[in-house]
């Protein structure tokens, strides 16, 4: 059955990769699958037809035959149980692979948020610059303890999972900020996530939608 | 095997519920496992032993025999696959389940997150007054839109799932602010699962922890 997934119509980030639907297109391309994509405009997330497949008018969305989901993180879980090549046949590594998955979207990538908003929401308050370096130090607590963790290893678990690609997704956040190079474990790792060849597939498809006229 | 928890020695919040060991509490008790707690202190989250099991000190973790997990959702998710009453043995409903489990962590706690760091982290800042009433206003535009999808629905999906085990305990950690209660439709839901037992015995079995001497 066909896979469709959603993605913007034009992404805030003009490109960089940062859209939660890179992640999902990452996924399938690791796995070998083909898929299409439906754009949805800022002006139309808010239509019926679109909160009917994402309840908060985000992206990206799923659809595969009668199967319809939403949120990055469950498509991605999904995708790894239905295709080989995002989780190990070891159901204790699997298990450990979605511990990652969680962390990386509800321990490291919520301070992480804070960030965004603080320049795209909150830039213009009065507050931002003092503010700031607040905000980045919560996300330096994270950096310092996942650094640790992952020591001179290649991936979080050994081998690349789904735990991996969900991490350097959100940590590839923290790039523009120069927070990301602040810790030369984790650029590292975050870079091996991009040279990986599902990676770059992944990324030039969303960048082509973006720059096209 | 036996299963063992962690929890904190003192939760921050003195026996609310709300500190992420009821969320696996209460799976456990929904599905009808014993368990045992290892409680962690403030002092002792920063020990080797302890990152060893949770990267980020936090807590809860799962032990089972040879498996150890962290993240409460990763964990949550574990018991459900492994134990009836949880998850629909449908598989469609089973991933649309996880969909609300990742959107219960990722698109409505980090808004919800926002609000804790705002008063406890930065409560005594010049601009805490007046950045709250924003700070707010994101969540309220989060709980708009769920509240529109539950509708006069009892569940997230039809019946009960590790998703709306979740999204309670996120809308949960809303009643202190009085939030919840600007959401009738959404502080009903909540008041349902927290009328389930295996909710109350969780929730006792943490507050046993908080109160004693």
Do not use: C
């Amino acid at each position: 059955m066909t896979i469709v997934i959603t993605a913007w119509d034009r992404s805030p980030d003009g490109g960089m990769g940062l859209a939660r639907d890179t992640r999902v297109r990452w996924a399938l391309e690791e796995v070998g699958r083909p898929y299409e994509v439906r754009l949805v405009s800022l002006q139309s997330k808010q239509q019926p037809e679109h909160l009917r497949l994402h309840p908060f008018g985000l992206i990206p969305t799923y659809e595969e035959g009668e199967l319809a989901l939403f949120e990055s993180g469950a498509i991605v879980l999904y995708i790894a149980e239905h295709h080989a090549g995002l989780f190990s046949d070891d159901a204790h590594a699997r298990a450990r692979a979605i511990s990652w998955m969680f962390a990386a979207v509800n321990t490291v990538e919520p301070p992480i948020l804070e960030l965004v908003t603080a320049k795209f929401s909150e830039g213009d308050k009065p507050w931002a610059a003092e503010r700031l370096p607040l905000v980045k130090d919560r996300i330096r607590d994270r950096m310092i303890q996942l650094s640790a963790r992952l020591g001179d290893a290649d991936w979080l678990d050994d081998v690349f999972s789904a735990g991996d690609l969900m991490m350097v997704s959100v940590l590839l956040r923290l790039r523009p900020s120069g927070l990301l190079d602040e810790f030369p474990t984790l650029a590292a790792y975050v870079a091996r996530g991009e040279a990986r060849p599902a990676y770059k597939r992944a990324f030039a498809a969303q960048l082509a939608i973006n720059q096209r006229p």
